[in-house]
């Protein structure tokens, strides 16, 4: 076990995987509301959903991976890989004109 | 000399400077480097799917079927809950419970790969081909290679599970490989988060 940390118990774990299905489920239901909402509503529903995804990826990593229960080291690697290829990508995405950035 | 910088322990630990199992620093310093690869996969579909290639052309997000893959979503979601339990079940030292959850982790994996061979099946039969337009192999190469890695996956657990069945439980020191496991497959379950919304939901 990582740093003699204290982990969840399985009746945690499950609590969690519940928080992630609902977040699916809210994903989902917003995929099928953007079509019936305004051109405001539709602005919001892409934010909105890239904020449902980044939370259940926290989840996964700092429960299931036990990220949060880790040595700093091993976060700091994590979340400098997926900042640089975050950081990479999008500017790869709006030099080519795919995104707009600002 | 070698000791100063790498050290070993009793158990087969592969313990250095940094305090961490130097198999788990690696395999937390490859994730890292996955989401890399991942994200050049990514980046190219979305630099695509957008793209005119003509009239007539079938483009993959004509094609989605969201009830569906939605639920493949939530298979796969669920397999990292009981790859989880797995884990804790062998922290706790209930071998037959690890065994158990292993085997469920590598049953909801198969049918979340099925699942893909299904989409991907439904999509080749509507003409969807992988070589038809590049937004079209840009989405398979990217669902497929992380198909690809689910698969892996699946091979790993069945390895363990298989070998806590014919010694009658898993070892400690064999406990490292579950949770080193444990790990990739929690990966592979949030680079598909990603991919359910930026490929799927964000259209």
Known sequence: ?102 | MADLAHGHEEGGGHHQVTGIDSRKLGMWVFLSSEFLFFGALINNYLLFKGRDFGPGTLYPVELYDIPFTSISSFVLLMSSLTMVLAHSALARGDQDQTKTWLFATAFLGTVFVSGQFFEFAEFILHGLKLNINPAASAFYMLTGFHGLHVVLGILMLLVLAFKSMRTGGLSEAEGLNVELVGLYWHFVDIIWIVIFVLVYLIQ
Do not use: C, N, W
């Open chain 1, 1 to 102: 076990m990582a740093g003699g940390a204290h982990h969840p118990q399985p009746r945690q774990y499950v609590m969690i995987a519940i928080v992630l299905a609902v977040l699916t489920a809210a994903e989902v239901a917003l995929f099928y509301l953007e079509a019936g909402v305004d051109a405001i509503g539709q602005s919001l529903t892409v934010p909105a959903l890239l904020i449902l995804s980044a939370l259940k990826f926290y989840l996964v990593v700092a429960m299931f991976m036990h990220l949060r229960f880790e040595k700093r080291l091993l976060s700091r690697f994590f979340t400098s890989g997926a900042i640089l290829a975050g950081a990479l990508y999008l500017i790869t995405l709006a030099a080519l004109g795919a995104v707009v950035l600002f």
